[in-house]
């Protein structure tokens, strides 16, 4: 069965990065393409971005480009979520999110299976 | 890009059929098909309810339905339980090839 098991919560502070891992199983790995999804507390989903597993082409959120990178290693079927210069409103609970279609039979921006979720907290 | 717009909350009564709103503008709900909802409880992860403006995934209950029309699109939760009480997010992919979620709407079964 499809499992997408994240790394644990993290504690930062401003300026810092983090780094977020998405290990995936029960499936071949570059079939699928991911996003990430924030949620900060008490508030909505927020879409930062899209990485093809198959090709490792990208897309960001305009207003985190710069300070997000999205990476796979396709020999362990992780995918990963780097911030850097973080603020205290980047603290919220990080998702990955695996794409309802695979790379070969289209994009319909719909995701079926969800991680568990990371908690990174910035703060003094 | 905003963010949709949702209503903050929805509520009825058990049995009862509630629609809520996701508007957005005509360069993402109305340009595309490709509208989602989804389902969140309370310290859960989201769950797919809703595809392609009016497909539901294998599992999810056919009281819940989508619809479009325009640059707003809509969900329908007809003969409402209990278990539906929850946050609900819509989702659509937009002209810049990045995809928007709106705020969300809180579900309450009174």
């Known amino acids: 069965q499809v499992q997408l098991v994240q790394s644990g919560a993290e504690m930062k502070k401003p300026g810092a990065s983090v780094k977020v891992s998405c290990k995936a199983s029960g499936y071949n790995f570059t079939s699928y393409a991911f996003s990430w999804v924030r949620q900060a507390p008490g508030q909505g989903l927020e879409w930062m971005g899209w990485?093809?597993?198959?090709?490792?082409?990208?897309n960001y959120v305009q207003k985190l480009q710069g300070r997000v990178t999205l990476t796979t290693d396709t020999s362990t079927s992780t995918a990963y979520m780097e911030l850097r210069s973080l603020r205290s409103d980047d603290t919220a609970v990080y998702y990955c999110?695996?794409?309802?279609?695979?790379?070969?039979?289209?994009?319909?921006?719909?995701?079926?299976?969800w991680g568990q979720g990371a908690l990174v907290t910035v703060s003094s | 890009q905003s963010a949709l717009t949702q209503p903050a909350s929805v509520s009825g009564s058990p049995g009862q059929s509630i629609t809520f709103s996701c508007t957005g503008t005509?360069?993402?709900?109305?340009?595309?098909?490709?509208v989602s909802w989804y389902q969140q409880h309370p310290g859960k992860v989201p769950k797919l309810m809703i595809y392609e403006v009016n497909n539901r995934p294998s599992g999810v209950s056919n009281r819940f339905s989508g619809s479009k029309s325009g640059n707003t699109a809509s969900l329908t939760i007809s003969g409402l339980q209990a278990e539906d009480e929850a946050d609900y997010y819509c989702?659509?992919?937009?002209?810049?090839?990045?995809?928007?979620f709106g705020g969300g709407t809180r579900v309450t079964v009174l």
């Open positions: 999110a695996r794409d309802r279609l695979s790379v070969y039979s289209g994009y319909d921006a719909s995701f079926d299976y």
């Open positions: 005509s360069a993402d709900v109305g340009g595309y098909h490709y």
């Open positions: 990485i093809n597993t198959y090709n490792g082409n990208t």
């Open positions: 989702s659509s992919y937009t002209t810049s090839s990045t995809l928007v």
